[in-house]
């Protein structure tokens, strides 16, 4: 093999390396995009449920914010914490009604979640709709913010 011929090999591998790294980081489109999300919604909820505070710092964008269904604004070091320090334990959910919607790199999800949730050994779970909104960075889907509404009985 002469020198441009080796040339070409190395550029031609080094070409294959960009690309395939490049599509691990590019973003899902299509139904893809939506089975992506509602994976990672779904590993946020494991992971909270298993106090996995490592998972929820990669799922968590480094501007999460929450608004809890009292009015209260938390940041994502108040979440992961006490969830570190066992102040704030969640019970496993299954969430009804989630819809995803997309535009372009957020997804907002949107769902009624009948979650257990303890802080300082006071329930402040309960019937809630959620709004999470996602942003595509990285080459995956961060958790930005988070409100959460109480459903009352009419």
Same mark, same amino acid.
């Given at each position: 093999m002469g020198p441009m011929s080796k040339q070409f090999v190395v550029q031609a591998f080094a070409l294959a390396i960009v690309a395939t790294s490049s599509a691990a980081w590019s973003q899902p489109s299509g139904p893809a995009a939506e089975v992506s999300v509602l994976k990672t919604d779904d590993a946020r909820i494991r992971a909270r449920a298993s106090a996995d505070v490592g998972a929820l710092s990669r799922i968590y964008g480094q501007d999460y914010v929450l608004? &809890?269904?009292e009015g209260d604004v938390r940041s994502r070091e108040d979440q992961l914490g006490e969830l570190g320090k066992g #102040? /704030? #334990?969640f019970a496993p959910l299954v969430p009804m009604e989630r819809r995803v919607r997309l535009y372009g790199r957020t997804a907002l999800v949107t769902s009624r979640?009948?979650?257990?949730i303890v802080r300082d050994g006071r329930q402040i779970g309960g019937d /809630? =709709?959620?709004t999470r909104v996602y942003v595509w960075r990285d080459g995956r889907w961060q958790l930005v913010a988070a409100?959460? &509404? =109480?459903l009352t009985q009419h």
């Open positions: 608004i &809890t269904a #102040r /704030l #334990r979640d009948p979650a257990g /809630l =709709r959620m409100q959460a &509404t =109480r």
